[in-house]
């Protein structure tokens, strides 16, 4: 197995809640998603399924992919996924392989494909940022994907298990929270389809480069790369200045995200190559998130993609996203 490295990374997301529990009718995968008041979250179950024992994931029955609707409105600032049985008790974090939540109706900060709003990995456990300061708005009506894999290493079997996400959230109403902010992810890889690629031997780096889709601000920031990886970096191809250097500008710009590698091996390394960076971005005030525009040849392929309607692995965002919040660091750079 590919080995992983991680670097500080920010995320956000944010759903909405009501004032009371509200279900939204399981779709045909046995899929749901609810507010619970009492615990303050916005809830989504998965279908259930078997888990035998001894059962890698490339193997076991995966969970449906399902599409929901939002319930209600308001914000996320947090969340955390667990397994748990068919009597809600949580079950061994091992079990979880990744999850990732997409929303259909928005786009991508630098590209015109579906926004990532989270994703998980049984290493992430529980990402919380301050309610008061920042929240993703969704809206009552809206769609969300969600989708996981499982894998039972253990000895026991688990019947009737679900993937469930609980997502911290403030109702709409309230006067907090003080800044609407989304999550944002740009990797080499882009534009659709997986982020790992097949890593040649000895030195080589990949790039993407694009421009964001609304001004606002970068005010936290951090990637992800594999093993032989020696750098990775998010500059601004305008000024040549790394992002985290950079001073507030108000011209457009455009920003490369590079990852360099030294494979010692002399063999290539199939899906051993890998740059993602992400983090979190505040719109100026009075922007509003872009929509998705589902006429677009990328967002038709990214969907078909993660929807698993079209060949290759699963897109995944989990190792992105996996450092808790006290391990982000903070850019505060302007974008136009």
């Not at 015109?112 to 940022?129: K, M």
């Not at 008061?132 to 290493?153: K, Q, Y």
């Amino acid at each position: 197995m590919t080995a992983h490295r991680f670097l500080p990374v920010t995320l956000l997301l944010a759903l909405g809640p009501g004032d009371g529990r509200h279900a939204g009718p399981p779709d045909v995968t046995g899929a749901r998603i609810f507010t619970d008041p009492g615990r303050g979250a916005l809830v989504i179950d998965l279908a259930s399924l078997e888990l035998p024992a001894h059962t890698p994931h490339h193997t076991l029955a995966q969970p449906p992919i399902a599409m929901l609707e939002i319930p209600s409105d308001g914000y996320v600032h947090g969340f955390r996924v667990a397994v748990v049985d068919s009597a809600g008790h949580e079950l061994p974090d091992e079990l979880i392989h990744h999850f990732n939540l997409i929303d259909p109706d928005h786009r991508e900060l630098f590209l015109p494909i579906s926004r990532r709003l989270l994703a998980a990995g049984h290493e992430t456990g529980a990402v919380r940022l301050p309610g008061l300061l920042f929240g993703l708005p969704l809206r009552r009506g809206e769609h969300v994907v969600a989708s996981a894999m499982v894998e039972n290493l253990t000895a026991v079997t688990y019947h009737g298990a679900r993937v469930r996400l609980v997502m911290d959230f403030t109702p709409a109403g309230r006067p907090w929270p003080f800044f609407r902010a989304s999550p944002w992810q740009m990797d080499v890889a882009f534009p659709v389809g997986d982020k790992s690629f097949t890593l040649a031997p000895g030195r080589s780096e990949r790039s993407y480069e694009g421009s964001p889709a609304v001004p606002g601000k970068i005010i936290g920031l951090g990637g992800h790369m594999h093993d032989y990886g020696r750098l990775i970096e998010f500059v601004d191809v305008t000024t040549g200045k790394p992002i985290y250097r950079a001073v507030p500008v108000t011209e457009d710009h455009r920003y490369r995200v590079t990852v360099y590698y030294d494979n010692p091996t002399g063999q290539a390394v199939p899906d051993g190559g890998m740059g993602v960076v992400g983090g979190l971005f505040v719109p100026d005030r009075g922007v509003e998130w872009p929509a998705a525009d589902r006429s677009d040849s990328l967002y038709q392929q990214d969907y078909r993609h993660y929807m698993r309607q079209s060949g290759g692995h699963e897109m995944r965002m989990a190792e992105t996203m996996s450092m808790p919040p006290a391990a982000h660091e903070h850019a505060g750079h302007r974008h136009h």
